[in-house]
Each structure stands twice: as C-alpha cells, then as structure tokens.
C-alpha cells in the first residue's frame, strides 16, 4: 500500500501563489507515476498535472498550462507549484499514485489517492 498525504491548500486573492505538497510514504517503490487532480463544487474530478517518476516527464491540462508546474523531489514527495491563481481553480486538490507511468491524465490510471486539501481562490 501506499499513502498520500496533501498539503499547502489555503485561500489567496487571484493572481496570487500556492504550493501544494503530496508525501508518498508505504510501497513508493511501486510508483511510476504520480499526478494532480481537482474537484469544484458540483462539477467531476478533473486531471490538472501528471509527472512520470523515472523520466520526469510532465503533463498538464489545458486550462493550467503555463501557470502550475508539478515537479518532485528524491524524498517521494511531488509538488504542485500554482501561480497566477483564478478564481476558476477553487476546488478540492488530490494527489495520486500510480503504478504506471502511462496515461497520467486518466483517472483511472491511479492506484492511490490522498483525501485532499482545499484551494480558494477569491476575486
């Protein structure tokens, strides 16, 4: 098994600046992939990030390209760098673990998820 554990969520006025923080801890020599996902009000889980743990490739979606950076560190946590902030981007952040490295923006892809951290993002 593997745990995911969030943090760094909060609430910031648009154009400001989070980081968000995911600790992988357990079986982490099962990951290959990690990836963050995000969930409004009212609205599905959406695919915002993916990173492939070996080769450090990186995926983003659309609406956040150019603003969030996801990156890790030797210490299995991955990080979830978000700037120019919208109020459009409030929503429930989860982290998630994979077994694969392919398909980082599909949800079903991911083997593991963390219970999520709050991001407001206000007008």
């Known amino acids: 098994q593997v745990q995911l554990v969030e943090s760094g969520g909060g609430s910031v006025q648009a154009g400001g600046s989070l980081r968000l923080s995911c600790a992988a801890s357990g079986r982490t020599f099962s990951i290959y992939g990690m990836g963050w996902f995000r969930q409004a009000p009212g609205k599905e889980r959406e695919f915002v990030a993916g990173?492939?743990?070996?080769?450090?490739?990186t995926s983003y979606a659309d609406s956040v390209k150019g603003r969030f950076t996801i990156s890790r560190d030797r210490r299995n946590t991955v990080y979830l760098q978000m700037n120019s902030l919208k109020p459009e981007d409030t929503a429930v952040y989860y982290c998630a673990a994979s077994r694969s490295d392919y398909r980082l923006a599909v949800e079903s892809t991911y083997d593991y998820w963390g219970r999520g951290t709050q991001v407001t993002v206000s007008s």
């Open positions: 990173i492939s743990w070996s080769a450090g490739s």
